[in-house]
């Protein structure tokens, strides 16, 4: 079932932070390694007066081995209806799980942990518009003092100078 926040347009980029927190070795012998990953999502959610911030936590456990592609895409899927629970918008929770998923291959790799338990923490942070709130052709939005356009259209340039007249008007 949609939610309204599938519908919700991210602006600039979506952070996503990966963190080992754990590794534990189980009582018995695991066919796969075994993940605990614990969710955080920070939502900003622009409003024409004001930005309405939701902290949203959940967690969940994947058995996972980066050489079974069918097993990737089940963890995959669960992982993306997570996100979805947490009110990460549709577009964004591909590259999410990408994400999430590749560093906990890498985290099994490097820290040679296979068919051990990994406990990691993944944060999430972004800004998102409903699309009822758009105004004008170009699909950017005024809010206040700050002019939010959306991440598509941003080049370097336009974020450092994004970024040094915000810390003027600030």
Known sequence: MALASD??????????????EAIIEPETPLLRTMFLID?????????SDNVRISENQDSI??????????L????????????QELQVPIE???????????????FEWK????????????EVDLYVI?????????GACDYGVYRVVPKSTLTVENVRTTAEVSSIMC
């Not at 347009?9 to 963190?19: E, G, I, Q, S």
């Not at 456990?61 to 079974?68: H, S, V």
């Not at 820290?111 to 993944?122: G, N």
Request: hydrophobic residues 35%; negative net charge; aromatic residues 8%.
């Open 92 to 106: 964004e929770r591909g590259s999410l799980v990408d994400t999430i998923l590749y560093m906990a291959s890498e």
């Open 130 to 138: 409903d699309d009822d709130d758009t105004d004008g052709a170009d």
């Open 7 to 20: 519908y919700w347009k991210a602006v600039l980029d979506t952070c996503c932070h990966t963190y080992l």
């Open 111 to 122: 820290y040679q942990a296979s068919r051990k338990i990994l406990r990691m923490r993944v």
């Open 61 to 70: 456990e994947l058995q996972f081995n980066p050489n079974d592609n069918f």
């Open 39 to 47: 969710l955080n999502a920070t939502i900003r959610r622009l409003h």
């Open 72 to 83: 990737r895409e089940l963890q995959g899927v669960a992982l993306s209806n997570k996100l």
